[in-house]
Protein backbone atom coordinates (compact mmCIF):
# COMPACT_ATOMS: atom_id res chain seq x y z
CA UNK A 1 0.00 0.00 0.00
CA UNK A 2 1.08 3.41 -0.61
CA UNK A 3 2.32 5.70 2.75
CA UNK A 4 2.12 8.88 1.20
CA UNK A 5 -1.92 9.44 1.86
CA UNK A 6 -1.76 13.32 1.04
CA UNK A 7 -1.07 12.52 -2.93
CA UNK A 8 -3.91 10.50 -4.74
CA UNK A 9 -3.70 6.88 -4.94
CA UNK A 10 -3.41 5.71 -8.95
CA UNK A 11 -4.30 2.25 -10.56
CA UNK A 12 -2.31 1.21 -13.84
CA UNK A 13 -3.25 -1.34 -15.73
CA UNK A 14 -3.11 -2.38 -18.99
CA UNK A 15 -3.63 -5.26 -21.74
CA UNK A 16 -0.43 -6.27 -23.32
CA UNK A 17 1.44 -7.07 -19.83
CA UNK A 18 3.14 -5.54 -17.44
CA UNK A 19 6.66 -5.67 -19.12
CA UNK A 20 5.33 -3.52 -22.03
CA UNK A 21 7.03 -0.29 -23.14
CA UNK A 22 3.20 1.42 -22.81
CA UNK A 23 2.97 0.67 -19.24
CA UNK A 24 5.70 1.47 -18.45
CA UNK A 25 5.49 4.98 -20.36
CA UNK A 26 2.17 5.81 -18.76
CA UNK A 27 3.56 5.24 -15.07
CA UNK A 28 6.90 7.57 -15.83
CA UNK A 29 4.26 10.25 -17.55
CA UNK A 30 2.40 10.21 -14.04
CA UNK A 31 4.33 8.71 -11.61
CA UNK A 32 4.84 12.00 -9.71
CA UNK A 33 1.09 13.13 -9.44
CA UNK A 34 0.32 10.45 -6.64
CA UNK A 35 1.00 7.20 -4.92
CA UNK A 36 1.11 4.50 -8.22
CA UNK A 37 0.26 0.71 -8.07
CA UNK A 38 0.70 -1.23 -11.00
CA UNK A 39 -1.18 -4.38 -11.35
CA UNK A 40 -1.51 -5.63 -15.03
CA UNK A 41 -1.47 -9.26 -16.64
CA UNK A 42 1.16 -11.30 -16.73
CA UNK A 43 1.01 -11.84 -20.27
CA UNK A 44 -0.66 -10.27 -23.61
CA UNK A 45 -4.68 -10.33 -23.22
CA UNK A 46 -5.07 -8.16 -26.34
CA UNK A 47 -8.54 -8.36 -27.75
CA UNK A 48 -9.70 -10.07 -24.78
CA UNK A 49 -12.76 -7.34 -24.00
CA UNK A 50 -14.58 -7.18 -20.65
CA UNK A 51 -13.74 -11.11 -20.00
CA UNK A 52 -13.51 -12.39 -16.69
CA UNK A 53 -12.05 -15.59 -14.97
CA UNK A 54 -14.78 -17.23 -13.49
CA UNK A 55 -13.51 -21.23 -14.08
CA UNK A 56 -10.17 -21.10 -13.03
CA UNK A 57 -8.62 -19.52 -10.35
CA UNK A 58 -5.95 -16.44 -9.89
CA UNK A 59 -2.63 -16.00 -9.53
CA UNK A 60 -0.41 -12.68 -8.39
CA UNK A 61 3.09 -12.10 -7.80
CA UNK A 62 5.11 -9.07 -6.89
CA UNK A 63 7.37 -7.76 -9.42
CA UNK A 64 10.47 -5.19 -9.83
CA UNK A 65 9.65 -3.61 -12.97
CA UNK A 66 9.08 0.39 -12.10
CA UNK A 67 11.56 1.33 -9.52
CA UNK A 68 10.46 1.95 -6.15
CA UNK A 69 6.91 1.41 -7.72
CA UNK A 70 4.54 -1.17 -6.40
CA UNK A 71 4.02 -3.76 -9.10
CA UNK A 72 2.40 -7.24 -9.45
CA UNK A 73 1.69 -8.90 -12.06
CA UNK A 74 -1.98 -11.26 -12.31
CA UNK A 75 -2.68 -14.13 -14.35
CA UNK A 76 -5.87 -12.75 -15.20
CA UNK A 77 -7.91 -10.28 -17.87
CA UNK A 78 -7.33 -6.64 -17.64
CA UNK A 79 -10.73 -6.51 -15.52
CA UNK A 80 -9.58 -9.09 -13.25
CA UNK A 81 -6.69 -7.09 -12.52
CA UNK A 82 -9.04 -4.14 -11.72
CA UNK A 83 -10.92 -6.13 -9.13
CA UNK A 84 -7.67 -7.83 -7.37
CA UNK A 85 -6.02 -4.96 -7.21
CA UNK A 86 -9.40 -3.27 -5.71
CA UNK A 87 -9.78 -5.96 -3.31
CA UNK A 88 -6.53 -7.41 -2.38
CA UNK A 89 -3.83 -5.17 -2.81
CA UNK A 90 -4.86 -1.49 -2.44
CA UNK A 91 -7.86 -2.66 0.10
CA UNK A 92 -9.63 -0.05 -1.09
CA UNK A 93 -11.01 2.33 -4.42
CA UNK A 94 -8.00 3.85 -6.33
CA UNK A 95 -8.97 7.74 -6.66
CA UNK A 96 -8.12 6.98 -10.27
CA UNK A 97 -7.55 4.28 -12.71
CA UNK A 98 -5.24 4.77 -16.20
CA UNK A 99 -4.69 1.60 -18.92
CA UNK A 100 -2.51 1.62 -21.23
CA UNK A 101 -0.58 2.84 -23.29
CA UNK A 102 -1.95 0.26 -25.34
CA UNK A 103 0.41 -0.55 -28.34
CA UNK A 104 -2.57 -0.06 -31.07
CA UNK A 105 -5.68 1.48 -31.79
CA UNK A 106 -8.71 1.30 -29.62
CA UNK A 107 -11.04 4.44 -31.78
CA UNK A 108 -14.78 3.55 -33.00
CA UNK A 109 -16.36 0.06 -32.00
CA UNK A 110 -12.86 -1.49 -31.34
CA UNK A 111 -13.62 -0.04 -27.42
CA UNK A 112 -15.75 -2.97 -27.05
CA UNK A 113 -13.22 -5.59 -27.72
CA UNK A 114 -10.19 -3.93 -26.04
CA UNK A 115 -9.06 -4.81 -22.93
CA UNK A 116 -7.26 -2.00 -22.60
CA UNK A 117 -11.33 0.29 -22.14
CA UNK A 118 -12.77 -3.02 -20.87
CA UNK A 119 -9.96 -2.21 -17.65
CA UNK A 120 -10.96 1.24 -17.55
CA UNK A 121 -14.82 0.60 -17.56
CA UNK A 122 -14.64 -1.57 -15.05
CA UNK A 123 -13.33 0.54 -12.68
CA UNK A 124 -15.67 2.89 -13.54
CA UNK A 125 -18.34 0.09 -13.24
CA UNK A 126 -16.94 0.38 -9.64
CA UNK A 127 -16.88 4.15 -8.95
CA UNK A 128 -13.31 4.83 -9.77
CA UNK A 129 -13.05 7.06 -12.78
CA UNK A 130 -11.24 6.27 -15.28
CA UNK A 131 -9.45 6.62 -18.67
CA UNK A 132 -7.74 4.38 -21.06
CA UNK A 133 -5.10 5.64 -23.59
CA UNK A 134 -3.73 3.67 -26.60
CA UNK A 135 -1.62 4.81 -29.38
CA UNK A 136 -1.85 4.11 -33.10
CA UNK A 137 1.13 2.12 -33.71
CA UNK A 138 1.10 -1.92 -32.77
CA UNK A 139 5.10 -2.23 -32.66
CA UNK A 140 7.29 -2.61 -29.95
CA UNK A 141 9.57 0.55 -30.41
CA UNK A 142 6.83 2.48 -30.53
CA UNK A 143 7.58 6.58 -29.82
CA UNK A 144 5.79 7.44 -26.81
CA UNK A 145 7.15 11.03 -26.52
CA UNK A 146 3.26 12.62 -27.74
CA UNK A 147 1.60 9.63 -25.97
CA UNK A 148 3.36 11.04 -22.83
CA UNK A 149 1.94 15.10 -23.23
CA UNK A 150 -0.99 13.73 -23.94
CA UNK A 151 -1.47 11.70 -20.74
CA UNK A 152 0.01 14.69 -18.48
CA UNK A 153 -1.99 16.86 -20.02
CA UNK A 154 -5.15 15.29 -19.41
CA UNK A 155 -4.53 13.52 -16.39
CA UNK A 156 -3.86 16.96 -14.74
CA UNK A 157 -6.79 18.28 -16.10
CA UNK A 158 -9.28 15.56 -14.44
CA UNK A 159 -7.54 14.84 -11.31
CA UNK A 160 -8.67 17.05 -8.96
CA UNK A 161 -10.02 16.19 -5.07
CA UNK A 162 -13.44 15.78 -5.98
CA UNK A 163 -13.07 13.76 -9.19
CA UNK A 164 -16.43 13.10 -11.37
CA UNK A 165 -16.67 9.18 -10.22
CA UNK A 166 -18.46 8.06 -13.28
CA UNK A 167 -15.43 10.29 -15.79
CA UNK A 168 -14.78 7.30 -18.39
CA UNK A 169 -12.60 8.36 -21.05
CA UNK A 170 -11.08 6.79 -24.22
CA UNK A 171 -7.83 8.79 -25.57
CA UNK A 172 -6.26 7.52 -28.74
CA UNK A 173 -3.15 9.19 -29.98
CA UNK A 174 -1.93 9.36 -33.49
CA UNK A 175 0.89 8.66 -34.65
CA UNK A 176 3.10 12.07 -34.40
CA UNK A 177 6.32 13.42 -33.09
CA UNK A 178 5.42 16.08 -30.47
CA UNK A 179 5.68 18.74 -32.74
CA UNK A 180 3.18 17.37 -35.36
CA UNK A 181 0.39 16.60 -32.72
CA UNK A 182 -1.90 19.14 -33.36
CA UNK A 183 -3.54 19.15 -30.10
CA UNK A 184 -6.67 16.83 -28.25
CA UNK A 185 -10.12 16.70 -29.75
CA UNK A 186 -13.34 15.70 -27.88
CA UNK A 187 -15.18 13.32 -29.59
CA UNK A 188 -18.41 10.59 -30.16
CA UNK A 189 -16.90 7.29 -31.33
CA UNK A 190 -17.12 6.91 -34.68
CA UNK A 191 -19.15 4.38 -37.01
CA UNK A 192 -16.44 2.60 -38.47
CA UNK A 193 -14.97 -1.20 -37.64
CA UNK A 194 -13.16 -3.71 -39.17
CA UNK A 195 -14.58 -5.69 -41.85
CA UNK A 196 -13.13 -9.45 -40.58
CA UNK A 197 -11.69 -12.48 -42.78
CA UNK A 198 -10.30 -15.21 -41.85
CA UNK A 199 -6.85 -16.81 -43.50
CA UNK A 200 -7.34 -20.54 -43.69
CA UNK A 201 -4.41 -23.01 -43.47
CA UNK A 202 -4.23 -26.31 -43.44
CA UNK A 203 -1.96 -27.73 -40.79
CA UNK A 204 0.64 -30.58 -41.32
CA UNK A 205 -2.13 -32.97 -40.77
CA UNK A 206 -4.20 -32.14 -43.10
CA UNK A 207 -6.80 -30.35 -41.12
CA UNK A 208 -8.18 -26.87 -41.42
CA UNK A 209 -7.71 -24.23 -39.21
CA UNK A 210 -8.47 -19.92 -39.29
CA UNK A 211 -6.79 -16.83 -38.46
CA UNK A 212 -8.44 -13.79 -37.88
CA UNK A 213 -7.82 -11.03 -40.07
CA UNK A 214 -9.69 -7.79 -40.88
CA UNK A 215 -9.56 -4.90 -42.96
CA UNK A 216 -10.42 -0.95 -41.29
CA UNK A 217 -13.78 0.65 -42.96
CA UNK A 218 -15.23 3.45 -41.82
CA UNK A 219 -18.59 4.25 -42.42
CA UNK A 220 -18.52 7.49 -40.57
CA UNK A 221 -17.89 11.00 -42.33
CA UNK A 222 -18.54 13.17 -39.39
CA UNK A 223 -15.83 15.98 -38.16
CA UNK A 224 -16.80 15.18 -34.34
CA UNK A 225 -15.96 11.57 -34.32
CA UNK A 226 -12.47 9.88 -32.75
CA UNK A 227 -11.51 8.74 -36.07
CA UNK A 228 -11.36 12.05 -38.16
CA UNK A 229 -9.45 13.65 -35.59
CA UNK A 230 -6.90 10.86 -35.68
CA UNK A 231 -6.61 11.28 -39.10
CA UNK A 232 -5.97 14.85 -38.58
CA UNK A 233 -3.03 14.09 -36.46
CA UNK A 234 -5.17 15.26 -33.38
CA UNK A 235 -5.48 13.01 -30.02
CA UNK A 236 -9.07 12.26 -29.79
CA UNK A 237 -11.16 11.87 -26.14
CA UNK A 238 -14.62 10.13 -26.41
CA UNK A 239 -15.97 10.13 -22.56
CA UNK A 240 -17.89 6.44 -22.33
CA UNK A 241 -19.87 4.86 -20.87
CA UNK A 242 -21.78 1.33 -19.97
CA UNK A 243 -25.53 1.96 -20.08
CA UNK A 244 -25.67 -0.29 -22.90
CA UNK A 245 -29.72 0.52 -22.89
CA UNK A 246 -31.04 1.51 -26.45
CA UNK A 247 -33.43 3.91 -25.49
CA UNK A 248 -34.65 5.43 -29.34
CA UNK A 249 -35.35 1.57 -29.45
CA UNK A 250 -37.26 1.06 -26.51
CA UNK A 251 -39.16 4.29 -27.67
CA UNK A 252 -39.97 2.59 -31.30
CA UNK A 253 -40.67 -0.70 -29.65
CA UNK A 254 -42.98 0.57 -26.74
CA UNK A 255 -46.23 0.23 -29.36
CA UNK A 256 -45.47 -3.64 -29.42
CA UNK A 257 -48.36 -5.60 -27.75
CA UNK A 258 -45.80 -8.26 -27.10
CA UNK A 259 -45.35 -6.24 -23.90
CA UNK A 260 -46.86 -6.31 -21.09
CA UNK B 1 -25.73 -24.24 -46.11
CA UNK B 2 -29.10 -23.94 -45.41
CA UNK B 3 -31.54 -25.11 -48.81
CA UNK B 4 -34.88 -23.73 -48.59
CA UNK B 5 -34.26 -20.48 -50.16
CA UNK B 6 -37.77 -19.21 -48.83
CA UNK B 7 -37.21 -19.14 -44.98
CA UNK B 8 -34.97 -16.90 -43.23
CA UNK B 9 -30.99 -18.07 -42.48
CA UNK B 10 -31.69 -18.11 -38.51
CA UNK B 11 -27.80 -18.55 -36.59
CA UNK B 12 -27.84 -19.89 -33.43
CA UNK B 13 -25.35 -19.75 -30.65
CA UNK B 14 -24.73 -19.40 -27.55
CA UNK B 15 -21.43 -19.23 -24.54
CA UNK B 16 -22.03 -22.37 -22.39
CA UNK B 17 -20.80 -24.86 -25.09
CA UNK B 18 -22.77 -26.37 -28.17
CA UNK B 19 -23.66 -29.54 -25.59
CA UNK B 20 -26.07 -27.31 -23.30
CA UNK B 21 -29.70 -28.02 -22.75
CA UNK B 22 -30.26 -24.36 -23.49
CA UNK B 23 -28.86 -24.22 -26.94
CA UNK B 24 -30.90 -27.25 -27.66
CA UNK B 25 -34.07 -25.71 -26.28
CA UNK B 26 -33.51 -22.41 -28.46
CA UNK B 27 -33.19 -24.64 -31.83
CA UNK B 28 -36.33 -26.76 -30.54
CA UNK B 29 -38.28 -23.29 -29.85
CA UNK B 30 -37.46 -21.71 -33.14
CA UNK B 31 -36.52 -24.38 -35.68
CA UNK B 32 -39.49 -24.49 -37.88
CA UNK B 33 -39.74 -20.46 -38.31
CA UNK B 34 -36.54 -20.76 -40.77
CA UNK B 35 -33.18 -22.55 -41.33
CA UNK B 36 -31.63 -23.10 -38.53
CA UNK B 37 -27.63 -23.10 -38.15
CA UNK B 38 -25.65 -23.85 -35.20
CA UNK B 39 -22.25 -22.48 -34.60
CA UNK B 40 -21.55 -22.76 -30.80
CA UNK B 41 -18.52 -22.80 -28.69
CA UNK B 42 -17.22 -26.69 -28.01
CA UNK B 43 -16.22 -25.51 -24.02
CA UNK B 44 -17.44 -23.30 -21.90
CA UNK B 45 -16.94 -19.71 -22.89
CA UNK B 46 -19.38 -17.90 -19.93
CA UNK B 47 -17.97 -14.44 -18.76
CA UNK B 48 -16.44 -13.83 -21.80
CA UNK B 49 -17.19 -10.68 -22.97
CA UNK B 50 -16.41 -9.24 -25.78
CA UNK B 51 -13.15 -11.79 -26.39
CA UNK B 52 -11.97 -12.13 -29.79
CA UNK B 53 -8.96 -14.74 -30.27
CA UNK B 54 -6.08 -12.45 -31.77
CA UNK B 55 -3.59 -14.50 -30.60
CA UNK B 56 -3.92 -18.22 -32.14
CA UNK B 57 -5.66 -19.73 -34.69
CA UNK B 58 -9.43 -21.20 -34.47
CA UNK B 59 -10.61 -24.65 -35.38
CA UNK B 60 -14.64 -25.49 -36.41
CA UNK B 61 -15.86 -28.88 -36.43
CA UNK B 62 -19.14 -30.29 -37.93
CA UNK B 63 -21.38 -31.80 -34.66
CA UNK B 64 -24.33 -33.81 -34.93
CA UNK B 65 -26.01 -32.50 -32.25
CA UNK B 66 -29.70 -31.16 -33.60
CA UNK B 67 -31.08 -34.05 -35.53
CA UNK B 68 -31.09 -32.55 -39.36
CA UNK B 69 -30.09 -29.23 -38.20
CA UNK B 70 -26.28 -28.15 -39.61
CA UNK B 71 -24.15 -27.33 -36.66
CA UNK B 72 -20.44 -26.44 -35.77
CA UNK B 73 -18.45 -26.66 -32.57
CA UNK B 74 -15.36 -24.07 -32.98
CA UNK B 75 -12.84 -23.53 -30.36
CA UNK B 76 -13.36 -19.84 -30.42
CA UNK B 77 -15.01 -17.27 -27.80
CA UNK B 78 -18.65 -16.68 -28.55
CA UNK B 79 -17.92 -13.45 -30.94
CA UNK B 80 -15.12 -15.73 -32.72
CA UNK B 81 -18.57 -17.98 -33.80
CA UNK B 82 -20.55 -15.43 -34.83
CA UNK B 83 -17.54 -14.07 -37.09
CA UNK B 84 -16.94 -17.70 -38.03
CA UNK B 85 -20.29 -18.40 -39.14
CA UNK B 86 -20.75 -15.09 -41.17
CA UNK B 87 -17.47 -15.83 -42.96
CA UNK B 88 -16.44 -19.65 -43.37
CA UNK B 89 -19.76 -21.20 -43.07
CA UNK B 90 -23.18 -19.17 -44.16
CA UNK B 91 -20.92 -17.24 -46.40
CA UNK B 92 -23.32 -14.10 -45.86
CA UNK B 93 -25.45 -12.99 -43.06
CA UNK B 94 -27.82 -14.77 -41.69
CA UNK B 95 -31.63 -13.08 -41.07
CA UNK B 96 -31.47 -13.26 -37.54
CA UNK B 97 -28.60 -14.50 -34.95
CA UNK B 98 -30.38 -15.91 -31.43
CA UNK B 99 -27.82 -16.27 -28.80
CA UNK B 100 -28.16 -18.29 -25.63
CA UNK B 101 -30.31 -19.80 -23.80
CA UNK B 102 -28.04 -18.61 -21.14
CA UNK B 103 -27.63 -20.91 -18.53
CA UNK B 104 -27.66 -17.67 -15.75
CA UNK B 105 -28.70 -14.34 -15.87
CA UNK B 106 -27.10 -11.58 -17.88
CA UNK B 107 -29.85 -8.67 -16.79
CA UNK B 108 -28.41 -5.11 -15.53
CA UNK B 109 -24.61 -4.75 -15.83
CA UNK B 110 -24.00 -8.24 -16.41
CA UNK B 111 -24.80 -7.21 -20.56
CA UNK B 112 -21.06 -6.53 -20.43
CA UNK B 113 -19.66 -9.40 -18.91
CA UNK B 114 -21.60 -11.55 -21.20
CA UNK B 115 -20.78 -14.15 -24.06
CA UNK B 116 -24.20 -14.56 -24.51
CA UNK B 117 -24.71 -11.00 -24.99
CA UNK B 118 -21.37 -10.30 -26.91
CA UNK B 119 -22.16 -12.49 -29.30
CA UNK B 120 -25.77 -11.18 -30.10
CA UNK B 121 -23.94 -8.15 -30.10
CA UNK B 122 -21.14 -8.63 -32.70
CA UNK B 123 -23.82 -9.87 -34.82
CA UNK B 124 -25.53 -6.14 -34.35
CA UNK B 125 -22.40 -4.80 -35.31
CA UNK B 126 -22.24 -6.96 -38.56
CA UNK B 127 -25.59 -5.51 -39.21
CA UNK B 128 -27.57 -8.54 -38.26
CA UNK B 129 -30.94 -8.33 -36.21
CA UNK B 130 -30.28 -10.23 -32.98
CA UNK B 131 -31.33 -11.04 -29.38
CA UNK B 132 -29.42 -12.84 -26.91
CA UNK B 133 -31.71 -14.75 -24.42
CA UNK B 134 -30.71 -15.88 -20.48
CA UNK B 135 -32.48 -18.25 -17.93
CA UNK B 136 -32.03 -16.92 -14.32
CA UNK B 137 -31.09 -20.85 -13.64
CA UNK B 138 -27.77 -22.35 -13.24
CA UNK B 139 -28.73 -25.67 -12.91
CA UNK B 140 -27.84 -28.06 -16.06
CA UNK B 141 -31.43 -29.32 -15.18
CA UNK B 142 -33.19 -25.86 -15.55
CA UNK B 143 -36.79 -26.14 -16.52
CA UNK B 144 -36.96 -24.28 -20.08
CA UNK B 145 -40.71 -24.57 -20.65
CA UNK B 146 -41.17 -20.39 -19.95
CA UNK B 147 -37.91 -19.59 -21.63
CA UNK B 148 -39.24 -21.44 -24.87
CA UNK B 149 -42.34 -19.77 -24.72
CA UNK B 150 -40.75 -16.31 -24.08
CA UNK B 151 -38.25 -17.20 -27.33
CA UNK B 152 -41.52 -18.25 -29.29
CA UNK B 153 -43.55 -15.05 -28.72
CA UNK B 154 -40.13 -12.67 -29.21
CA UNK B 155 -39.13 -14.60 -32.24
CA UNK B 156 -42.43 -14.51 -34.30
CA UNK B 157 -42.96 -10.89 -33.27
CA UNK B 158 -39.64 -9.49 -34.91
CA UNK B 159 -38.86 -12.49 -37.52
CA UNK B 160 -40.33 -9.84 -40.32
CA UNK B 161 -39.10 -9.64 -44.30
CA UNK B 162 -37.31 -6.45 -43.21
CA UNK B 163 -36.18 -6.62 -39.67
CA UNK B 164 -34.74 -3.42 -38.30
CA UNK B 165 -30.93 -3.98 -38.46
CA UNK B 166 -30.08 -2.53 -35.51
CA UNK B 167 -32.64 -4.74 -33.56
CA UNK B 168 -30.27 -5.95 -30.41
CA UNK B 169 -32.31 -7.12 -27.68
CA UNK B 170 -31.72 -8.94 -24.59
CA UNK B 171 -34.05 -11.05 -23.01
CA UNK B 172 -34.18 -12.46 -19.47
CA UNK B 173 -36.62 -14.90 -17.91
CA UNK B 174 -37.46 -15.39 -14.62
CA UNK B 175 -37.03 -18.75 -12.88
CA UNK B 176 -41.42 -19.66 -13.37
CA UNK B 177 -43.67 -22.28 -15.10
CA UNK B 178 -45.34 -21.01 -17.61
CA UNK B 179 -48.37 -20.08 -15.77
CA UNK B 180 -46.27 -18.43 -12.92
CA UNK B 181 -44.92 -16.13 -15.93
CA UNK B 182 -46.62 -13.05 -15.66
CA UNK B 183 -45.62 -11.77 -18.81
CA UNK B 184 -42.83 -9.88 -20.99
CA UNK B 185 -41.70 -6.19 -19.95
CA UNK B 186 -39.72 -3.69 -22.26
CA UNK B 187 -37.15 -2.56 -19.65
CA UNK B 188 -34.13 -0.47 -19.56
CA UNK B 189 -30.57 -2.26 -17.74
CA UNK B 190 -30.53 -1.61 -13.82
CA UNK B 191 -27.89 -0.41 -12.29
CA UNK B 192 -27.10 -3.40 -10.44
CA UNK B 193 -24.19 -5.37 -10.26
CA UNK B 194 -22.02 -7.80 -8.56
CA UNK B 195 -19.81 -7.07 -5.41
CA UNK B 196 -16.86 -8.63 -5.81
CA UNK B 197 -14.45 -10.58 -3.91
CA UNK B 198 -11.95 -13.25 -3.73
CA UNK B 199 -11.78 -16.17 -2.16
CA UNK B 200 -8.06 -16.39 -0.97
CA UNK B 201 -6.98 -19.94 -1.17
CA UNK B 202 -3.29 -21.92 -0.06
CA UNK B 203 -2.23 -24.14 -2.82
CA UNK B 204 -0.34 -27.74 -1.82
CA UNK B 205 2.72 -25.94 -2.43
CA UNK B 206 2.04 -22.50 0.00
CA UNK B 207 0.75 -20.30 -2.36
CA UNK B 208 -1.99 -17.91 -2.47
CA UNK B 209 -4.72 -18.30 -5.05
CA UNK B 210 -7.91 -16.60 -5.43
CA UNK B 211 -11.53 -17.25 -7.27
CA UNK B 212 -13.57 -14.92 -8.20
CA UNK B 213 -16.80 -14.45 -6.54
CA UNK B 214 -19.48 -11.83 -5.83
CA UNK B 215 -23.05 -10.63 -4.22
CA UNK B 216 -25.51 -9.32 -6.23
CA UNK B 217 -26.27 -5.48 -5.06
CA UNK B 218 -29.41 -3.71 -6.66
CA UNK B 219 -29.05 0.32 -6.52
CA UNK B 220 -31.74 0.66 -8.88
CA UNK B 221 -35.42 1.28 -7.30
CA UNK B 222 -37.07 1.75 -10.72
CA UNK B 223 -40.05 0.02 -11.48
CA UNK B 224 -39.06 0.11 -15.32
CA UNK B 225 -35.76 -1.76 -15.15
CA UNK B 226 -34.97 -5.61 -16.20
CA UNK B 227 -34.03 -6.64 -12.49
CA UNK B 228 -37.66 -5.00 -11.19
CA UNK B 229 -39.40 -7.13 -13.88
CA UNK B 230 -37.71 -10.44 -13.38
CA UNK B 231 -38.49 -10.17 -9.56
CA UNK B 232 -41.86 -9.92 -10.81
CA UNK B 233 -41.74 -12.66 -12.61
CA UNK B 234 -41.55 -11.23 -16.01
CA UNK B 235 -39.41 -11.61 -18.66
CA UNK B 236 -37.28 -8.63 -19.48
CA UNK B 237 -36.39 -7.55 -22.66
CA UNK B 238 -33.85 -4.36 -22.43
CA UNK B 239 -32.94 -3.10 -26.64
CA UNK B 240 -29.43 -2.57 -26.35
CA UNK B 241 -26.92 -0.78 -28.30
CA UNK B 242 -22.67 -0.29 -29.06
CA UNK B 243 -22.46 3.35 -29.03
CA UNK B 244 -20.67 3.66 -26.04
CA UNK B 245 -20.26 7.20 -26.57
CA UNK B 246 -21.34 9.35 -23.23
CA UNK B 247 -23.26 12.46 -24.87
CA UNK B 248 -24.45 13.85 -21.61
CA UNK B 249 -20.57 13.81 -20.38
CA UNK B 250 -19.42 15.22 -23.42
CA UNK B 251 -21.62 17.68 -23.24
CA UNK B 252 -20.31 18.83 -19.85
CA UNK B 253 -16.46 18.27 -20.70
CA UNK B 254 -16.73 20.79 -23.56
CA UNK B 255 -16.33 23.40 -21.27
CA UNK B 256 -12.38 22.05 -20.79
CA UNK B 257 -10.14 24.27 -22.14
CA UNK B 258 -7.40 21.68 -23.19
CA UNK B 259 -9.70 20.96 -26.07
CA UNK B 260 -8.83 21.98 -29.71
Known amino acids: MPK ?10 NDDDVTSPGIKNLVEAVKDLGNVVVVAPDRPQSGMGHAITIGSPLRMNKVNLFGDIEAWATSGTPVDCVKLAVDKILFRKPDLCLSGINHGANH ?12 AMEASIEGIPSIGFSLLDYSYEADFRASRIVVRN ?21 IATPDELKGIKLCRQANAKYEEDFDERMDPHGK ?8 FVNFDKGKDTDVWALKHKYASVVPVHYDLTNYTLKKQLEKHKIFS
Chains 1, 2 share one sequence.
Not at 208 to 215: H, I, N, P
Open 208 to 215: KYYWLTGE
Open 154 to 174: IVTEFLKPKMNKHLLLNVNIP
Open 4 to 13: NKEKPIILIT
Open 108 to 119: SINVIYSGTMSA
